[in-house]
């Protein structure tokens, strides 16, 4: 026999009661876990779409700036245009290494399928570094780039004429396929600035701007520039990193609002904890006396209750982690239908770390919870071994 | 079984014992002036009406309380003033429990109640469980729950568990008391082999039979001794 094969014997006892105990714990465990899963692929999520962009700068028409980087990066159709005499501005700022226009528009067949145009120039490769192609870059009207999801889902390959999705009796070659990059590159089709500008009919106009700096530190002075540029007023200039700061800072206070309804739960489950252990130690008054009686010191049963206690909070809290696992895509499913800008990684990313941070909680919790039952316990009197009550063996 | 004996074998002395308990304002005492010797391998019993305080004679003797006033030995060693850890640890070394409720852990097996003191002192007893199940016929019976056993059976599982540590001093407080006559009497044989192998045996109790099989009776009775041949 072992201390914790006999704390285990309890769950035996009112297996119901305790497991709705444990239960409450495993909600609470639950919410923190996942919250703090949440908080590190957000954060994640949202370093890794920006640096997939391959800008350091976006312009953007005037509106909200969340709005118009969370369609840049997702893809949609623009409500407003930029006009591509514009372009001339930005690249005059000193500090620029490259501006690249980009025409995006979103179109749906009849079965409600999106597919996403996006219009760029050669130049878009000095921003997206990472893109591996195979085939070449569409240089010619009637060529594309195909990200590597549409292309597998279209059944397309390099060296096809194609039927373009949802753009009746229009057809383009396939020049080339995308390698994954795990974004929304991948489900876009790529073509020339100017056949995604004939093809929706929007001759001149942009819908944002890539720019890259030759380096990171003249940000604020490019910034500055753009914004006071002649066409500064008829467009929004978005320093990804600011906006990375300001969706951080957003998520932050969200967080601590989250975190605080997380521990008010938890303090919640470990008072319901020490509560059911309480009157555990109640009803078993005369038991713990005669274990008193036969030998037990008040360490041994203070030790005997407060395992108990901690037993339920942690199994509570593996319960929770492991709910909090299982149900995590549904989790992510409602935040990001709930979120302005979601980042197209997972959004809820587990870490061991989380989960040891969850049962180190839940031992604090169990170790505080158990405290009063397991003193209370302990002074229990060896004479109360001698109480003639009804109904035990 | 252990245990060393004071002067002239004695195993309880008690002198002058007076217990008295505060109950609100009104005190009542429980014992008073009680003096008896108990010497090493008798079977006394305890005897005397509902209230006369039998039982809180007996929770001194069993070092779970402390006596008001008076001096009591157990072992040659004087306890009244012992503090609680060194109760704790005569209880569990020394001095065997039975009582009329069993005591019985619901949720452990016969075997794991029985070795229940022995996990308390630190010990491995499982040799100890394996010779006491066989010895008072629960071999059948060793993996059972409580709730599995008669009321006889119940009974030789606490006295197994009483046994466990090899006390010097077996203290059963009504033992009979949950018992069918036929069952209570294979109970007396029990205590009966127990004490001719050498264990001083102390019982509470109102059975005549249990009563009158001990080698004397001290007869209580509103809290005083009356009688001790």
Not at chain 1, 21 to 42: M, P, W
Not at chain 1, 128 to 143: A, C, L, N, R, V
Not at chain 2, 57 to 75: E, I, R, Y
Request: charged share 20%.
């Amino acid at each position: 026999m072992t201390w914790l094969r006999l704390s285990l014997k309890e769950w035996q006892r009112r297996p119901l009661r305790t497991s709705v105990t444990a239960a409450g714990v495993a909600i609470a465990t639950a919410a923190l876990f996942s919250l703090l899963a949440f908080q590190r692929g957000y954060r994640d999520g949202v370093r890794h779409e920006l640096d997939r962009l391959g800008a350091h700068i976006l312009v953007v028409p005037k509106g909200c700036p969340y709005d118009a980087a969370s369609i840049a990066l997702h893809g949609a159709s623009w409500p407003c245009y930029l006009k591509s005499r514009y372009l001339a501005e930005v690249r005059a700022v000193r500090g620029i290494a490259a501006a690249a226009p980009v025409f995006m528009a979103a179109v749906y067949d009849t079965t409600g399928a999106q597919s996403v145009y996006v219009g760029v120039e050669t130049n878009i490769l000095a921003l997206k570094s990472t893109w591996q192609i195979e085939g070449t870059f569409p240089e010619h009207d009637g060529e594309l780039l195909v990200g590597a999801d549409a292309a597998r889902r279209n059944g397309w390959r390099i060296g096809q004429q194609v039927r373009l999705p949802a753009l009746t009796g229009q057809q383009g070659t396939v020049t080339g396929i995308l390698r994954p990059t795990q974004g929304a590159d991948d489900t876009f089709i790529f073509m020339p600035l100017s056949d995604a500008q004939r093809r929706f009919h929007h001759a001149n106009e942009l819908t944002h701007i890539l720019v890259r700096l030759t380096h990171p530190d003249k940000l604020d002075d490019a910034v500055a520039q753009l914004r006071g540029c002649d066409a500064g007023l008829s467009m929004n200039v978005v320093p990804l990193a600011h906006m990375f700061r300001s969706i951080q800072s957003l998520v932050n206070s969200t967080r601590l609002l989250l975190g605080c309804i997380a521990l008010v739960a938890l303090l919640a489950a470990g008072t319901g904890v020490s509560n059911t252990i309480l009157m555990a130690v109640s009803e078993r008054a005369r038991e713990l006396g005669v274990m008193r009686a036969i030998g037990a010191s008040r360490a041994d049963i203070f030790r005997l209750v407060w395992l108990e206690t901690v037993q339920v909070c942690l199994s509570g809290a593996v319960l929770g982690i492991g709910v909090a696992f299982l149900a995590s895509r549904l989790v992510e499913h409602w935040v990001r239908s709930k979120l302005p800008f979601a980042p197209t990684d997972a959004l809820v990313r587990w870490e061991w770390w989380i989960a040891a941070a969850c049962l180190g909680c839940a031992l604090v919790l169990g170790s505080i919870a158990g405290f009063l039952p397991a003193c209370r316990a302990a002074r229990i009197a060896p004479i109360t071994a001698m109480r003639r009550a009804e109904g035990w063996a | 079984m252990s245990g060393s004996t004071g002067q002239n074998g004695l195993i309880v002395s008690a002198a002058g014992l007076t217990k008295v308990y505060q109950r609100g304002r009104e005190e009542v005492r429980a014992l008073h002036d009680v003096s008896f010797e108990i010497k090493r391998g008798e079977f006394v019993a305890v005897v005397g009406p509902s209230g006369a305080g039998k039982t809180t004679l007996l929770n001194l003797v069993g070092c779970m309380d402390a006596p008001t006033s008076g001096t009591l030995a157990l072992f040659g060693k004087p306890v009244q003033n012992l503090k609680e850890q060194e109760r704790t640890r005569l209880r569990r070394e020394q001095i065997g429990f039975v009582f009329q409720h069993f005591g019985l852990l619901p949720t452990l097996t016969v075997a794991e109640n029985i070795a229940l003191p022995a996990f308390f002192a630190g010990r491995d007893a499982a040799s100890r469980v394996d010779e006491l199940v066989f010895k008072i016929g629960l071999k059948h019976r060793r993996d059972h729950r409580p709730s599995e056993l008669s009321g006889g059976e119940m009974q030789r599982a606490a006295i197994a568990r009483a046994l466990i540590n090899q006390p010097g001093l077996l203290l059963a407080d009504e033992p009979t008391g949950n018992l069918d006559s036929a069952t209570g009497e294979s109970i007396l044989d029990l205590f009966e082999q127990l004490n001719r192998e050498g264990l001083t045996i102390i019982v509470v109790t109102h059975n005549r039979s249990l009563a009158s099989a001990a080698h004397r009776q001290i007869t209580l009775g509103d809290g005083a001794l009356r009688l001790q041949p």
